[in-house]
């Protein structure tokens, strides 16, 4: 069983910057990928940015080199910096954690960010 907190949520200005952390504990499978997905109001979750457990990354095309994923194993904590945010990045953020071979899948109870424009 794994659980997940957020932290780092919050209102910015746009253009400005954010950092959002997730904090993993229980038992955690060696091999995983943790993610962050976002949802606005009205509109599907989708899919942020995703880090595997060797250290691959994937980020959707509407973030793409803005925000950076990464992640320290030895702490089991996901981190996601975002910059220059814009109003359409207003949602609430959760954090994710999927077994590789389980495909068990956990989900953080999300963080606010809100930009204003």
């Known amino acids: 069983q794994v659980r997940l907190v957020e932290s780092g949520g919050g209102l910015v200005q746009a253009g400005g910057s954010l950092r959002l952390s997730c904090a993993a504990s229980?038992?955690?499978?060696?091999?995983?990928?943790m993610g962050w997905y976002r949802q606005a109001p009205g509109k599907q979750r989708e899919m942020v940015a995703t880090?595997?457990?060797?250290?691959?990354?994937n980020y959707a095309g509407a973030v793409k080199d803005r925000f950076t994923i990464s992640r320290e194993n030895a702490k089991n904590t996901v981190y996601l910096q975002m910059n220059s945010l814009r109003p359409e990045d207003t949602a609430v953020y959760y954090c994710?954690?999927?077994?590789?071979?389980?495909?068990?899948?956990?989900w953080g109870q999300g963080t606010q960010v809100t930009v204003s424009s």
């Open positions: 994710n954690f999927q077994g590789l071979f389980s495909g068990a899948s956990e």
């Open positions: 880090i595997m457990s060797g250290g691959r990354t």
């Open positions: 229980g038992s955690i499978p060696s091999f995983n990928v």
